[in-house]
Every structure is written in structure tokens, then in C-alpha cells.
């Protein structure tokens, strides 16, 4: 339900203390949160106040709708010459017999698989492999298109496309405007983790860092394509760390308008190298989701994916500022199963996934990637 605005003007003036209230006066009125008033949302800000305010926000852009999108991933391969510290899910080179290695072939099985079906994207994403270069992606994205010209395909996170330009020896420029030419429509926003490097340092050391991952989305803009953002949270990083972050995202998305989507990934703990490190709780889950709306002003989207947070609290984040489910996912995706995520057999049907939305009280819309509504769903 709608808030009025002496709703609003109450909430404001129930909370005791000043700051708190500075704030939601300017998010009232519109005006950008500084660095400083984003972490007193961070230190301060109850659910409940973060809440409110980030449900205004999302009110305002987005009426009742809320998007899902009919969508299947294909994970061409766990081998990974990275060794993040949180990742359950690659393998190293030297242990490829554990892991899998797609061919195409077997690639373009599962988009034959989807014949008939009414998806609008397939989502790749997978290790970073040494011997899957750049030549092997475009023949991929080239096959993919012939078969199925009107599929979105959304691929490859800034990390794997870092590490295939530099093998290739192509310039970013060069080497996105290839993977555009040869079928890529858009960017998914993994690889982003943290920024800072205090954290980068400690967590995923060796791959892609801010500037080179920024350097990728903003070449992608500059050719016209969009790309979503992520933010891995809930692990070692402080407040400051996840302002800093949104910071980063918000300074390019002024520069560049290309961000579709912010999704924030809850760090899950089973099977990696940070099993020792306690999950965030559902309330600092909720408080990120609120905030990270209120900071991100320019973003249109706020996307709370669901196979890593569960159907139920996914639902729940409608109410702090989420306007987008992501996808009716309907195969194996392992990275975050592997992980220790609720979803272990991530798969949702339209029907449930509309049903979800209908009783956090919105109206659920099919969008293809770049959300267009495809139809809408009663
Ligand atoms: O960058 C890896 C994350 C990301 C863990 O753009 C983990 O639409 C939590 O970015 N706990 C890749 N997260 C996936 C991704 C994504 C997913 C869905 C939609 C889109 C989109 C993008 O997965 C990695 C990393 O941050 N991840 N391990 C873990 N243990
Ligand atoms: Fe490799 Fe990605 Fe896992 Fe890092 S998160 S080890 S880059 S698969």
C-alpha cells in the first residue's frame, strides 16, 4: 500500500535522532545520500526505518510492478585458474578431472533443449579456463545466434572477459567489440565482489580488480550493451567497504547510464575457504537491500536473487526496496547449490514465481533482459 505523505512526514518524526531524520527528509525530497549519510544508514538505521524509506523509493519507480524474467544458464566449465576464497564451486587446472569442461556441442544441447520453450535469455557464466579462449566463446555466441536469433544472451562476467582480451592481446575496446559482433547482448554483473582492495587483497586476489572490472562495463556501455552489477556481502568486509562499493557503481552509472540492475549476493559459507566466517543474518540481509536502494539512486533495478537467498526471504526483500525476482530458472545452476545456498534444486516455475509475487501484494511482469514486458502475467 501506497504511503501517504503525512504517513511519511510521521515516520520522520518519530525517530529520535537527527541524522536519521536529515536523511529521510532528503530521500523525500529526492536529493542524492552522501558517503558519510550511507554509512549512518549502515550504523543507525533500523529495518523497519531503512525499510520504509527504501519501499518509498522503490514506490516511486516502480508502482506495483515487480519483474521475473524465463531464463536457463549454461556453465561451460568449474575449472578455474582463480582461486577465490569464497568460491565452492571451481576447480584448478591441475584438478580439471573433478570438475567439468563443456564441448560446444554439448553447449548447443542445452539450448536445443529449449526448443519450443518460451525463454527470452540464456545467462553464461562459469570458471575462468585456460584453454577456453576468446576464439571459443565467439564461435559459441555465433552458433547460439544462428540457432536461436532472437535468444538475449547475457555473458560472461568482467573477470572472464578480462582474462580472454589478455590472452587474446586485444584492448578492452577491441576485444568487446568482437564478443558484441559475434552475439553477446549484455553483461550479468558477477566478479564485482568488493572493491576496496583491503578486501579484494584477502578474498579473490589474483583476478580482474575495481578499476579493470569498471574498465569492462564501461566499455560494454560505451558500444551501447547494458550489464548488471553485483556486490558480494556479508563476509569480511566492514560498512565502509559496501559504501565504497555502491560509491564506484554510482560514479560510472552517472558517467555512462548503462547499469540495469544492482543484485547483492549473500555470501554463503559451505565448502570454501571462509567456512569459518558466520552468515549475515536475515535482518542485516534486509538492511543491505534497503540501503543499497536508497544509495543507488541512478540504478533503475534492485534484483534479489532467489537460488542464493531462498524463495521465502526473497519474497520478503519485496517489502525493502526489491523490484526484480530474476529468472524462472529451470536447470542445475551449481555455483551457489555448491555453496551452501537454501535452493538446492533451483528450479521455480512461472506459476509459483508469479504466485510469490502476488502475495507480497505486486503485480508480477514478464520482462526479457533489458525489461521490456513481455506480457503480463494474472
Ligand atoms: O561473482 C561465488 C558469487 C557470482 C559465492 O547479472 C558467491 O543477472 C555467495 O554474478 N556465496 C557470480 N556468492 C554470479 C552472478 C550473477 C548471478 C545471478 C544473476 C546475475 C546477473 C549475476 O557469484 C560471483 C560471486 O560474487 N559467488 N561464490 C558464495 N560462496
Ligand atoms: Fe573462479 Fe569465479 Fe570461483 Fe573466482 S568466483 S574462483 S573467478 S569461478
Known amino acids: 500500500m501506497i504511503k501517504t505523505d503525512s504517513e511519511i512526514s510521521t515516520i520522520i518524526?518519530?525517530?529520535?535522532?537527527?541524522?536519521?531524520?536529515?536523511?529521510?527528509e532528503k530521500v523525500f525530497s529526492e536529493e542524492r545520500l552522501n558517503q558519510e549519510e550511507g554509512l549512518i544508514l549502515f550504523e543507525k538505521g533500523a529495518l523497519s526505518y531503512v525499510g520504509t524509506l527504501a519501499n518509498l523509493v522503490r514506490q516511486r519507480l516502480h508502482g506495483d510492478k515487480t519483474y521475473f524474467n524465463r531464463n536457463f544458464h549454461i556453465e561451460p566449465t568449474n575449472v578455474c585458474v582463480f582461486s577465490c576464497a569464497f568460491c565452492s564451486y571451481s576447480?584448478?587446472?591441475?584438478?580439471?578431472?573433478?570438475g567439468w569442461e563443456l564441448s560446444l556441442q554439448q553447449m548447443m544441447d542445452i539450448v536445443k533443449s529449449y526448443d519450443g520453450k518460451p525463454v527470452t535469455e540464456?545467462?553464461?557464466?562459469?570458471g575462468v579456463h585456460p584453454k577456453m579462449n576468446m576464439e571459443f566463446f565467439m564461435e559459441?555466441?555465433?552458433t547460439i545466434k544462428s540457432y536461436r536469433p532472437e535468444l538475449h544472451i547475457k555473458g560472461f562476467t568482467a573477470v572472464e572477459l578480462?582474462?580472454?582480451?589478455?590472452?587474446?592481446k586485444v584492448s578492452i575496446e577491441d576485444g568487446m567489440k568482437k564478443m558484441k559482433e559475434a552475439g553477446l547482448d549484455s553483461l550479468p554483473g558477477g566478479g564485482a565482489e568488493i572493491f576496496h582492495p583491503e578486501i579484494r587483497q584477502q578474498i579473490c586476489a589474483d583476478k580482474v580488480d575495481a578499476d579493470g572490472w569498471l574498465?569492462?562495463?564501461?566499455?560494454?556501455h560505451q558500444l551501447g550493451m547494458h550489464t548488471n552489477a553485483t556486490m558480494l556481502f556479508g563476509h569480511i568486509e566492514s560498512y565502509f567497504h559496501r559504501i565504497d562499493h555502491m560509491d564506484r557503481l554510482r560514479s560510472l552509472q552517472d558517467e555512462t547510464k548503462g547499469f540495469n540492475t544492482f543484485i547483492p549476493l549473500k555470501f554463503r559459507n559451505k565448502n570454501n575457504d571462509m567456512s569459518d566466517i558466520p552468515e549475515s543474518t536475515l535482518i542485516e540481509d534486509m538492511r543491505l537491500y534497503a540501503i543499497s536502494r536508497?544509495?543507488?539512486?541512478?540504478?533503475?533495478?534492485?534484483?534479489?536473487?532467489?537460488?542464493m537467498l531462498g524463495r521465502k526471504n526473497?519474497?520478503?526483500?519485496l517489502s525493502f526496496g526489491v523490484n526484480d525476482l530474476d529468472g524462472t530458472i529451470d536447470d542445475s545452476t551449481k555455483i551457489y547449490s555448491m555453496a551452501g545456498a537454501e535452493e538446492q534444486h533451483p528450479a521455480i516455475s512461472t506459476t509459483e514465481l508469479v504466485h510469490l509475487i502476488q502475495q507480497a501484494g505486486r503485480k508480477p511482469i514478464e520482462r526479457d533482459t533489458l525489461y521490456n514486458e513481455v506480457s503480463i502475467a494474472e
Open 294 to 307: 536508497l544509495y543507488l539512486d541512478n540504478f533503475p533495478h534492485l534484483k534479489a536473487y532467489w537460488p
Open 13 to 24: 518524526e518519530i525517530e529520535k535522532d537527527r541524522e536519521l531524520r536529515n536523511i529521510a
Open 215 to 220: 574498465a569492462i562495463h564501461r566499455a560494454a
Open 91 to 98: 576447480r584448478l587446472y591441475a584438478h580439471r578431472d573433478q
Open 162 to 168: 578480462d582474462y580472454m582480451f589478455r590472452k587474446a
Open 122 to 126: 540464456v545467462h553464461i557464466v562459469g
Open 140 to 142: 559459441l555466441l555465433r
Open 314 to 317: 526473497a519474497q520478503l526483500s
